[in-house]
């Protein structure tokens, strides 16, 4: 995990993206990780996050190459959940 954005120590989120808690999972790569929702509302309920910290959906917004990330979010999400759930596709 190569992240130049400083990790917060208390965000839980750094602590999956950095294999520092028990949860599997599902997907890495050098940008995002993915994760089954620890409480789960629908039967597949993924999350995908950045390794690097990102506060807010706002501070999203600032980058063009902000936008390639979410994109690569939403792909990496899409692409779990059609080869685990093709009959429930679900967002939040
Ligand atoms: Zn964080």
């Given at each position: 995990?190569?992240?130049?954005?400083?990790?917060?120590?208390?965000?839980?989120?750094?602590?999956?993206?950095?294999?520092?808690?028990?949860?599997?999972?599902?997907?890495?790569?050098?940008?995002?990780?993915?994760?089954?929702?620890?409480?789960?509302?629908?039967?597949?309920?993924?999350?995908?996050?950045?390794?690097?910290?990102?506060?807010?959906?706002?501070?999203?917004?600032?980058?063009?190459?902000?936008?390639?990330?979410?994109?690569?979010?939403?792909?990496?999400?899409q692409t779990l959940l059609s080869r685990d759930a093709p009959n429930s596709i679900q967002y939040r």
């Open positions: 995990m190569a992240g130049t954005a400083a990790a917060s120590p208390s965000c839980i989120f750094c602590q999956i993206a950095r294999s520092s808690t028990t949860t599997t999972l599902l997907h890495t790569d050098e940008k995002v990780v993915a994760f089954q929702d620890i409480n789960p509302s629908a039967s597949r309920h993924y999350l995908v996050i950045p390794v690097d910290h990102i506060a807010t959906v706002k501070d999203l917004r600032r980058r063009t190459e902000d936008y390639s990330l979410v994109s690569h979010m939403l792909n990496v999400g």
